[in-house]
């Protein structure tokens, strides 16, 4: 099949610990993404990644780093978790804007719990 | 103020009823997408749109760019079309690997 899937769907985990959660498309897309869903369902970018840039929302704290091993992939890596980190996160992928080709397509989210 | 706008927030309609979701923005973009999350989750892209108009089976989706505004309509409405849907802009920066900025999204219950 493809699509763009992630790992775990589910993660309960005690505040203070590191977590990763894998990310992975097999679509051919150049750029990929992570989203955070908050409690409220509204939906914020993180991070966006092809392999010409990385861009970081301003205003996601440092705890949270991509790591993408190849065009792929890419995880994300949280540092000392937080209750606050609590919330569903979504990974995507797309072609690049300036190809102007369709094909946004978004992980099923991994819902993540720290307490 | 969300640079993204949608009405209504929340719809529910009868069975076989026309639905409009509208959507505004305040920003210069290059593309739109309406996504739709079911009850489960899931996002799925419905359509992607940079001018004029798109149709996919009963739904259609409108943008107007001097006018910063999009609609997405949905014809003889089916209770498996109650989901959330929501509008989304691609921001135009010039750069080719940024990310979605997202309105608050539509819910819309169908009733049989």
Same mark, same amino acid.
């Given at each position: ?115 | ?28 973009? *290059?593309? $739109? +997408?309406?996504?739709?999350? !079911? /009850?489960?989750?899931?996002? &799925? ?24 505004? *999009?609609? $997405? +309509?949905?014809?003889?409405? !089916? /209770?498996?079309?109650?989901? &959330? ?28």
């Amino acid at each position: 099949d493809t699509a763009v899937s992630q790992t775990p769907k589910y993660l309960v985990t005690q505040m203070g610990n590191d977590k990763s959660i894998k990310c992975e498309q097999n679509l051919g897309h150049d750029t990929m993404y992570w989203y955070k869903q908050d409690s409220k369902k509204f939906l914020k970018i993180m991070f966006s990644y092809n392999n010409k840039e990385l861009i970081i929302n301003e205003t996601v704290p440092n705890r949270f780093s991509p790591k993408s091993p190849d065009k792929a992939h890419l995880n994300l890596h949280i540092n000392s978790l937080e209750l606050g980190d609590s919330a569903v996160y979504f990974c995507a992928s797309s072609f690049s804007w300036d190809r102007g080709l369709d094909g946004y397509t978004f992980g099923s989210g991994t819902r993540l719990t720290v307490v | 103020k969300n640079e993204v706008e949608q009405s209504p927030q929340n719809l529910t309609a009868q069975e076989g009823e026309f639905i409009t979701i509208n959507c505004s923005y305040s920003v210069g973009i *290059s593309a $739109l +997408h309406w996504l739709q999350q !079911h /009850p489960g989750g899931g996002i &799925v892209s419905l359509f992607m749109l940079s001018s004029g108009k798109k149709k996919h089976g009963r739904l259609i989706a409108t943008i107007n760019i001097q006018e910063k505004h *999009s609609s $997405l +309509h949905i014809t003889a409405s !089916h /209770p498996r079309d109650s989901a &959330v849907y929501i509008c989304a802009v691609k921001k135009y920066s010039g750069g080719g690997a940024d990310g979605l900025t997202f309105g608050k999204g539509t819910h819309l219950i169908i009733q049989p």
